[in-house]
């Protein structure tokens, strides 16, 4: 089942975000490597900054969801001041498996 994780960064946390960047990065490579990411990018402000993120992952129940969530190094940097986590259907525009 994928499971949308909707996150919004915590107010003047650019520097938290920038800070953990890598190890976040090298985090989605490795869940892509793994078939479990869908997809994944940040929410922008107006200024075009980054100020939270969607990812979509691959997880049997909604608590692999949060515990994958929760591995995240963003989260584990303190980055999010909430983290939403959904049931999602992709409907449209699915690239064939």
């Given at each position: 089942?994928?499971?949308?994780?909707?996150?919004?960064?915590?107010?003047?946390?650019?520097?938290?975000?920038?800070?953990a960047?890598?190890?976040?990065?090298?985090?989605?490579?490795?869940?892509?490597?793994?078939?479990?990411?869908?997809?994944?990018?940040?929410?922008?402000?107006?200024?075009?900054?980054?100020?939270?993120?969607?990812?979509?992952?691959?997880?049997?129940?909604?608590?692999?969801?949060?515990?994958?969530?929760?591995a995240?190094?963003?989260?584990?940097?303190?980055?999010?001041?909430?983290?939403?986590?959904?049931?999602?259907?992709?409907?449209?525009?699915?690239?064939?498996?």
């Amino acid at each position: 089942m994928l499971f949308a994780v909707l996150c919004t960064d915590k107010p003047n946390a650019l520097q938290v975000r920038m800070g953990a960047r890598p190890e976040h990065v090298a985090f989605l490579n490795d869940l892509n490597a793994k078939g479990t990411l869908a997809f994944a990018g940040p929410f922008l402000d107006d200024a075009g900054k980054p100020n939270g993120s969607l990812v979509v992952i691959q997880a049997e129940t909604i608590d692999d969801a949060r515990a994958i969530a929760a591995a995240d190094p963003y989260a584990k940097a303190g980055l999010f001041a909430n983290v939403d986590i959904k049931p999602w259907n992709w409907v449209f525009n699915k690239p064939e498996a």
